[in-house]
C-alpha cells in the first residue's frame, strides 16, 4: 500500500504533532514528518505515534538512522550511531586516504563501515562486534557494500588473514563510565545494550584493550581511531602512546567530538 498522501495526512499532521509535542518531543514538526513518511495506513501511522510517545528513539521508531548521508537500518536492542561520530569518519579520510582494508570494531549497526566503504569505494571491509544483536543489524548494512561482519570479544572475531593488513582500525568503543550509565538520557539508558554503553570504572576499560592489540592487526602506516570524551581524552591520549602507537588528538568542537588517532610506525 502507497505512503499517506499529502492531502489525506494534512489533519493526521497536525494530531501527530500535538501528540509528540505532548510527550515532550523537542523536534516535534520534524519528527512527524518523518513518521508520516514511514507510515504506509493509519493503523501504522498510529503504531508509530504510539512507540514514539512511549519514549523509543525516533531511529528505532523508523527502523533507520541517517549517517553521513546515507540510511542505517537500526533494530530494538542496537547502538543508534550518533553524529558525531561522523567526524571519525571524516578522520580516517583524512589520515589514510588510499585505505584498501577498513575495520569497523565494535560495530553496532555497522554505520561506520558502511560509511568508510561509501566513501573510500572498493575496500576490503570487516565489521565485529560482541553483541549478537548488533552482528545481525550490521549484516544488513555491511553486506550491502559487500562487507563481512564477525562476531566476538574485540580482535578474537576478525580473519586472522588481516594481522598487519589493517589500514584503518574505527573502534566506535562504549566509554561511558559505569557510574554514569544511569545518567545518561533515557533513549539509551532504557533501549541500547548496556554493553555498547558501560566502557568500566573511568569508561576507558574497551579502549585501553583495543589500544594494546591495535599494532599486531594494523599495517605500517595504518591509523587506530577511537572516539572518547574531552575529560577522557589526556588518559586516552597515553593509552594509545603506551601502545607504540603515533598519536594525536583531532577535536570539533562544532560536532561535540574528540577521536584519538594512532598510527602504527
Known amino acids: 500500500m502507497p505512503p499517506l498522501s499529502p492531502q489525506s495526512s494534512s489533519s493526521s499532521r497536525d494530531s501527530v504533532v500535538a501528540a509528540l509535542r505532548a510527550s515532550g518531543c523537542v523536534f516535534a514538526e520534524d519528527e512527524a514528518e518523518l513518521i508520516l513518511g514511514a507510515a504506509r495506513t493509519p493503523d501504522e501511522l498510529a503504531h508509530l505515534v504510539d512507540r514514539r510517545v512511549a519514549g ?21 536492542g542496537v547502538f543508534v550511531p550518533r553524529r558525531r561520530t561522523e567526524f571519525l569518519v571524516e578522520q580516517a579520510l583524512a589520515h589514510v586516504p588510499d585505505a584498501s582494508v577498513v575495520v569497523d570494531l565494535c560495530c553496532g549497526s555497522g554505520a561506520v563501515g558502511a560509511a568508510l566503504a561509501a566513501a573510500f ?81 573511568d569508561g576507558l576499560d574497551v579502549l585501553r584493550r583495543v589500544a594494546a592489540g591495535a599494532s599486531r592487526w594494523l599495517a605500517p602506516g595504518g591509523c587506530l581511531l577511537v572516539e572518547t570524551s574531552e575529560r577522557q581524552a589526556p588518559t586516552a591520549v597515553d593509552a594509545f602512546t603506551r601502545s607504540g602507537l603515533e598519536t594525536r588528538l583531532a577535536v570539533s568542537e562544532e560536532m561535540y567530538a574528540n577521536v584519538v588517532i594512532g598510527t602504527r610506525p
Open 56 to 76: 523509543q528513539p525516533l531511529e528505532l521508531v523508523l527502523g533507520w538512522a541517517e549517517f553521513r548521508g546515507l540510511r542505517i537500518a537500526v533494530e530494538p
Open 121 to 201: 569505494g572498493r575496500i576490503e571491509l570487516h565489521a565485529a562486534d560482541i553483541d549478537p544483536a548488533a552482528v545481525r543489524c550490521a549484516r544488513r548494512n555491511v553486506a550491502a557494500v559487500g562487507g563481512h561482519v564477525h562476531e566476538g570479544d574485540l580482535f578474537e572475531a576478525l580473519p586472522g588473514e588481516l594481522r598487519g593488513r589493517v589500514d584503518v582500525l574505527a573502534a566506535n568503543v562504549p566509554y561511558v563510565p559505569s557510574g554514569e550509565v544511569g545518567l545518561l538520557p533515557a533513549e539509551a539508558r532504557d533501549h541500547e545494550p548496556l554493553v555498547a554503553l558501560d566502557g568500566g570504572t
